[in-house]
């Protein structure tokens, strides 16, 4: 068999096939074992007519394409492993020439991963936002935890005020019409906590129980939902219970009660250890952007819509999940924002586009250094899976298939190129305080 790599343009390989008439013959007879029962020859029960009976009563072309559809892809294997060929989509093949007693000639078209032209690598020069947990810190989230088990009281003696917990029906209008997702009965909200659109939580301040108001806000320009955006809507609220929150006192009593530890101290310390490990992860996260990023602007690549395309398409899947972990459905989502499937895939598009050259530009340097997963390593990676899931190796590893040990592989993998570029960076500290100054834009809580 004969290979030869005609071209490469736009990350576009053509190769072309030369199979000899022997090993063309030796597919012709498979064919022939794979199909011979689809022919229906007299005096023969099916699939036990000679081949060239067969051949006589139907043409001698009559198992060419299964033929091809055997040795093809194997040719096309051959060639891919020959010229080192990274495919990133399925081939089309062309046949030029396919008889009998004659050599088969063939093409196959397919899209490769792009090249990528890396400048520097080795000591890029990034910042690393460093944050101290304090004293005041672990106060916050103490804080927070007294307010979470908090005690509610009805309150019927006076009007609502900021920290009460109001329970409200509303419905919504604009222009006079109700508006999907517009309307709730028995909605719980703290008035003050900023949960609802600006304006709301203040207009139902002062209200007494049992009262009914009319209040009206106006949506953000950049609001979630964008056939709401912008729009002014006119809401009647009425202010079914009042409760105010009694806070128990931070002593050791209430330590026992919101956690397995016996003294407030405890506590206290359990805390800082886990706000201390969420800014390290927080901390390791950033100082990966900015590696990537630095990465990023020393790279150049032209990268195949395909390969866009199918990020699209895992993003998207991604979203519907989220969507029906919400009690929602994709359908849904594109009426109440009406966005034709057109639009709302292009919205992930420059999202796409990053996460596949990030991606490319890691692989790149995962070439130039050489770096790889040994089979010891994934082992050893699965041997910390198993023991979270309370389960031998073995068991665990029969578990899985052969896509999840690739996907353990590339999380090592992309592991040890992060390794490689953070040890041979320059990284500068910066406080999260005099990041948040020079950006004049305060780091504030993960809210949706």
Do not use: C, W
Not at 217 to 243: C, H, M, N, R, W
Not at 386 to 413: H, Q, V
Not at 435 to 441: F, G, S
């Amino acid at each position: 068999m004969k290979i030869s790599l005609e071209k490469i343009e736009n990350n576009t390989a053509v190769l072309k096939f030369e199979v000899d008439e022997e090993q063309f013959e030796q597919a012709m007879e498979q064919a022939y074992r794979k199909d011979a029962k689809k022919f229906a020859i007299p005096g023969f029960r099916r699939g036990k007519a000679p081949r060239k009976l067969i051949e006589m009563h139907y043409g001698p072309e009559v198992f060419y394409e299964s033929a091809a559809e055997i040795i093809l892809p194997q040719a096309y294997q051959k060639g891919v492993q020959q010229y080192h060929l990274e495919p990133v989509d399925q081939p089309a093949y062309d046949i030029e020439q396919i008889e009998k007693g004659k050599p088969l000639i063939a093409t196959a078209k397919v899209v490769v991963s792009p090249e990528v032209k890396l400048k520097e690598y080795r000591g890029l020069e990034v910042e690393k936002v460093v944050y101290n947990v304090t004293e005041e810190d672990v106060e916050k989230e103490l804080k927070a935890l007294q307010e979470k088990n908090a005690r509610l009281i009805a309150v019927e003696d006076r009007p609502s005020q900021k920290g009460d917990v109001a329970v409200i029906d509303f419905e919504g209008r604009i222009d006079g019409e109700p508006f999907e997702g517009g309307k709730a009965e028995n909605y719980h909200i703290e008035i003050g906590s900023g949960a609802l659109i600006d304006g709301f939580e203040d207009q139902i301040e002062g209200m007494n129980p049992g009262e009914t108001r009319e209040i009206n806000i106006t949506f953000p320009g950049d609001y979630k939902v964008e056939s709401l955006a912008g729009k002014q809507a006119t809401f009647s609220v009425t202010l079914k219970e009042l409760k105010k929150k009694e806070l128990s006192p931070l002593d050791d009593e209430f330590a026992k009660d919101v956690s397995e530890f016996d003294t407030l101290e405890e506590l206290k310390i359990d805390i800082k250890n886990k706000l201390e490990q969420r800014a390290k992860t927080i901390e390791e996260g950033s100082l990966k952007s900015a590696i990537v990023d630095k990465l990023m602007e020393n790279a150049e690549v032209d990268i195949p819509h395909v390969m866009i395309d199918r990020e699209i398409d895992r993003l998207i899947m991604d979203f519907v999940y989220n969507l029906k972990m919400r009690g929602l459905d994709l359908k849904t989502y594109l009426e109440s924002t009406k966005m034709t499937p057109q639009e709302f895939r292009e919205k992930f598009h420059d999202r796409a586009h990053v996460n596949v050259k990030s991606s490319l530009v890691l692989q790149e340097v995962a070439k130039r250094e050489d770096i790889k997963v040994s089979d010891e390593e994934a082992d050893e990676e699965i041997q910390k899976y198993a023991e979270m899931s309370k389960k031998t190796a073995d068991e665990y590893k029969k578990s899985l298939k052969p896509e999840d040990i690739s996907r353990i592989k590339d999380i090592i993998l992309t592991r040890k190129i992060f390794d490689f570029l953070i040890s041979n960076a320059k990284i500068t500290e910066k406080k999260l305080e005099d990041a948040q100054k020079e950006n004049d834009n305060p780091i504030e809580g993960e809210n949706m």
